[in-house]
């Protein structure tokens, strides 16, 4: 390990000294504005050039938020920003066709403190740009329009472009023509080796084998490529991978949380969701059955199990709290996951205020609210009590009606939380302030009003707010699941703040192919995702090299336009995952109670109260080798491994992962005894091997990264070899250069 460690010195000494000289050393830097920052479109669109503006700099004080407001004015609508100022000579806030004549105009530029909007005390500045921006807007007109995501998508034709013949399917055309209208073409297709391996991580969450790669770069057929989609979308790896990234959004944990954070059984819900993913079943029932499955007229027992989506939140067992106040809390958590998952929209601020940014109003939050209060739920709960209500399930029950659940044979039974309507159980009101005890206005189911109303046509309970969700005219639902998809297989949403399709939200970086997309999706499709997916992945724009275009980074720095694909790293569960399955080690069981992988020593004792689980024991065998989906995660202490590797907490629900990079991935990848194990487990196999050492050194480069090395790694690497076996045997020579070739960039990176 010594000369490991000193190749990870030569690599990480350079890295620190050579930022640090350029962050002391290089003084601060002048702000330039180039050519692209100052530019402005022919046609200026309320929606993507000023509303943004408007927005950021003027809502906070005429938004929504009435308690917010100034000067009763309100630029979030549009008889407000049209009205007249009478503060000043009666000159109209935005006058059609006339800045000179527009208050606002007046404001933006004025060099009086008294009179400049937004004032110096916001610390809110406005651009040159932005002042331009809104001026030209005006002359032209000032079109107001509805906020983009509140209205209903439309399915354009896809369009014309000179990269037809590159194109594969529709979404090639839009990507292609939004890369000409700024003189950018895209990229050559990766490679074979390359784009299989990417599939295999996006639709599997696992490598391929190398005879699965061989198989591929044999076949020259035209439908190579569509067959290997095929195949893997019918593994049921798919299903698993599917899920992982729904147990975010869905706040899945082991254990309740808070303080003592007991076990609670959440598991058989788990297995469902990697059920329903597998089968296919269609997004519409998927979500239905999640909210509103214990309402369906006879609704089977699955049906029932898929509602423990809404019983995923924190639980207290802590002695003294006042329960009521925690109830509140648990029915406050279903409606903020719920609007953040299905709607793409943060409410949770109207819980004590009307929206600041966002037309939601307090009294729609509550009444929102109102659907997922009708359960007879405890605040705080016994130790060792299940909170009810809650569904018993046994081995019968198990083998008659959820064959799709893996129940050992040590476990008789479990009892898992589930949903169950009590209709007249309580009146719900708003709460000032939010608060528990402060109740004011009684309010009735109902949704934000902007996004769509909720009338006579829907039952007045969760079945109905499921229905609404589908509605043909939502204008979010269907948006906000696609953009999700494109998020996982892209590494960024079309809307980059998926959780967020408000006012202060991202505006799509490709509005019409949004659009295009989320009407397939509800109509074409069916709310099939399997089938929504394959085209995704079937585009040319998903099969481009990821080779970076030199001269598109200061058009496209961000590579919003996908001339070429983005490098991803894998997420923490592909990672660890990636050496179990690469290594031999991984244990395929589909399903069941959660395991526990080995972790550092001491950390539930360092951070337990007391009660509860306050030990850590490592499972034995093949256990130790379940895929990451399966590992127990401890709200109040998540595997350290995989949190090191930005997975989320679960405290809450997480549509998207935080990105990092940092020397602690590479120590863990280095010490952590999953991966040296999984790193002795391939130097065996390869050592077994009836060949010379440089042909060993080739076999474990490919069946680590899925590709043969160049000929001047090879060099690089038997150098490395030789100078360990200087200092140790062959085994644990190629031991360390496994823990080497697990730690390069490129086999954490999916593409």
């Known amino acids: 390990m010594k000369a490991l460690y000193r190749y990870s010195l030569y690599f990480f000494v350079p890295l620190i000294l050579i930022w640090g000289g350029s962050y002391f050393f290089s003084g601060p830097k002048e702000v330039v504005q180039t050519d692209i920052e100052l530019s402005i479109p022919q046609v200026i669109s309320y929606n993507f050039d000023v509303k943004p503006i408007l927005s950021d700099k003027c809502y906070a004080c005429h ?4 308690e917010a407001r100034q000067a009763e004015l309100r630029l979030d ?3 407000g920003a049209f009205k007249t100022a009478k503060y000043l000579s009666d000159m109209p806030i935005i006058a059609k066709g006339d800045p000179e004549g527009s208050a606002l105009i007046h404001h933006i530029r004025s060099t009086d403190a008294e009179r400049q909007m937004p004032p110096p005390s916001s610390n809110l500045l406005l651009s040159e740009r932005q002042k331009e921006l809104l001026s030209k807007w005006i002359e032209q007109g000032a079109f107001w329009e509805e906020h983009w995501a509140y209205q209903t998508p439309i399915k354009s034709s896809p369009p014309s472009t000179a990269f037809d013949s590159w194109a594969i399917n529709e979404i090639d055309l839009f990507i292609a023509k939004r890369l000409e209208a700024q003189n950018m073409q895209p990229s050559s297709p990766a490679s074979k080796e390359i784009i299989l391996r990417r599939l295999a991580f996006d639709l599997t969450g696992l490598p391929p084998s190398i005879e699965l790669m061989d ?13 290997m989609v095929d ?3 019918s593994l049921p790896q798919f299903g698993e991978h599917m899920a992982s990234s729904w147990l975010d959004v869905a706040r899945y944990a082991d254990t309740h949380g808070y303080q003592d954070d007991l076990e609670r059984v959440m598991w058989p819900w788990r297995d469902w969701v990697i059920h329903a993913f597998n089968k296919n079943l269609p997004y ?16 089977s027992l699955e049906m ?3 509602t423990g989506f809404n019983r995923n939140h924190k639980i207290t067992q802590e002695g003294g709290v006042i329960d009521e106040e925690y109830r509140v809390e648990y029915v406050a958590d279903r409606t903020i996951t719920t609007s953040k998952a299905l709607m793409g929209l943060t409410v949770e601020c109207a819980r004590c205020h009307d929206h600041k940014y966002d037309a939601v109003s307090q009294k ?9 209060d009708r359960v007879n739920e405890k605040g705080r709960i016994e130790y060792g009590e299940t909170p ?22 040590s476990i008789e039974k479990v009892e898992l939380m589930v949903m169950k309507e009590e209709p007249n159980i309580r009146s719900t009101y708003t709460l000032k302030r939010g608060v528990y005890d402060a109740p004011d206005q009684e309010v009735f189911p109902a949704t934000p009003e902007r996004v769509l109303a909720f009338d006579d046509g829907y039952v007045p309970n969760r079945k109905g707010l499921a229905n609404w969700f589908f509605d043909a005219n939502n204008p979010l639902t269907s948006r906000v699941v696609v953009n999700r998809y494109w998020q996982q297989f892209f590494g960024r949403g079309i809307v980059s703040t998926p959780d967020d399709f408000g006012n202060q939200g991202a505006r799509p970086t490709h509005p019409k192919l949004l659009d295009w997309l989320a009407s397939t999706f509800r109509t074409t499709d069916q709310w099939d995702s399997k089938q929504f997916i394959k085209r995704l992945v079937m585009s040319a724009t998903y099969r481009q090299s990821s080779k970076r275009i030199v001269d598109y980074e200061l058009k496209d720095p961000e590579n919003k336009y996908l001339s070429y694909y983005p490098r991803q790293k894998l997420t923490a569960e592909m990672v660890r995952d990636n050496a179990l399955a690469t290594s031999g080690l991984l244990n395929k069981t589909i399903g069941g109670p959660s395991v526990k992988p080995h972790q550092p020593e001491g950390l539930w004792e360092e951070t337990t109260s007391g009660q509860g689980l306050t030990r850590y024991t490592p499972d034995t065998g093949s256990n130790l080798y379940r895929r990451s989906l399966y590992t127990f995660w401890k709200r109040t202490v998540p595997p350290p491994n995989m949190m090191t590797f930005d997975a989320s907490s679960r405290d809450f629900c997480s549509v998207e992962r935080q990105k990092t990079s940092t020397p602690l991935q590479s120590l863990v990848l280095m010490n952590d005894p999953q991966f040296y194990k999984a790193a002795e487990h391939i130097s065996k196999r390869i050592e077994k091997l009836s060949l010379s050492n440089q042909e060993k050194i080739v076999s474990l480069f490919r069946q680590i990264t899925l590709r043969k090395p160049l000929t001047e790694e090879v060099e690089m690497l038997k150098r490395y070899f030789d100078e360990l076996t200087l200092e140790k045997d062959n085994n644990q020579a190629f031991t360390d250069l496994a823990v080497l070739i697990y730690n390069l960039d490129e086999t954490t990176q999916k593409s």
């Not at 519409?284 to 609704?299: H, R």
């Not at 209500?389 to 129940?407: C, Y």
């Open 364 to 372: 729609e939050f509550f009444s929102l609210y109102s659907f997922f």
């Open 231 to 233: 195949h893997f979308m």
């Open 63 to 66: 938004g929504p938020d009435a």
């Open 284 to 299: 519409d029932e998927f979500i239905s059955w999640q909210l509103a499955g214990d309402l369906y007229e006879n609704p």
């Open 77 to 79: 609508l549009e008889e």
């Open 304 to 306: 029932l199990v898929a």
């Open 388 to 409: 009810a209500p809650f569904i018993v399930l046994d081995k019968e029950i198990v083998a008659d009606e959820l064959s799709f659940m893996n129940l050992p044979d």
């Open 215 to 227: 198989q591929f770069l044999n076949d020259t057929s035209d439908e190579a490529y569509e067959k």
